[in-house]
């Protein structure tokens, strides 16, 4: 599989779990290429061809998982603009931002996560613990993982949303791929 079919693999698992009616993820049409690299060369950087092609199918999904969301690319890039901001303001942010971490994913408000447009890895960037946290060295890595466990359906999910992996499953996974939880917990 190519990186966009994995990424639809996981979406397609994702959308067919039972859940709440009032909870399902809503899913907005994407954008032209030309617009994307425009957002991008405004801030004089370069996106990564995944991060085109997703944008390009989808701008944005609410609600993907529990307090779980795809940011849009205006979403994205506001996220992007408070980092600037925020590293402006005091230092560092976060345990080191940096301005090739591109914000495109969600978690409860609080963490986002990344992709370094620099070298293609994975972090989260948890604004409440001030911590940021390398989880895949390569984005693929944790696709690579993801569509395993889903493909396995190793997982449970919960009507309100909530998707939980098998402990034992992931556990072997992270080791397989050489990843990471994606939140440092021993900031908690």
């Not at 425009?38 to 991060?51: G, H, I, K, M």
């Not at 199918?57 to 979403?75: C, D, K, T, W």
């Not at 914000?103 to 996560?113: S, T």
Request: glycine share 4%; charged share 25%.
């Amino acid at each position: 599989m190519n990186t966009l079919e994995k990424i639809e693999f996981i979406l397609d698992k994702i959308l067919k779990l039972e859940r709440n009616p009032n909870i399902k993820p809503t899913l907005f049409s994407g954008l032209p290429r030309q617009i994307i690299v425009d957002a991008f060369d405004r801030y004089q950087l370069r996106p990564p061809n995944v991060l085109l092609q997703i944008y390009e199918r989808y701008n944005g999904i609410l609600r993907l998982a529990s307090f779980q969301y795809f940011l849009s690319l205006e979403e994205a890039f506001e996220m992007y603009e408070c980092y600037l901001d925020l590293e402006k303001d005091s230092s560092p942010l976060c345990g080191g931002w940096n301005n090739t971490y591109f914000p495109f994913f969600d978690i409860n408000g609080d963490i986002q996560i990344c992709i370094n447009l620099q070298n293609l890895s994975l972090l989260s960037i948890d604004l409440e613990c001030d911590s940021t946290n390398i989880f895949a060295n390569h984005y693929e890595h944790y696709l690579d993982a993801l569509v395993e466990i889903f493909d396995m359906e190793a997982y449970v999910s919960e009507s309100y949303g909530i998707i939980e992996f098998d402990a034992s499953e992931w556990a072997k996974l992270k080791q397989k791929y050489q990843i990471k939880d994606i939140c440092n917990y021993d900031n908690y």
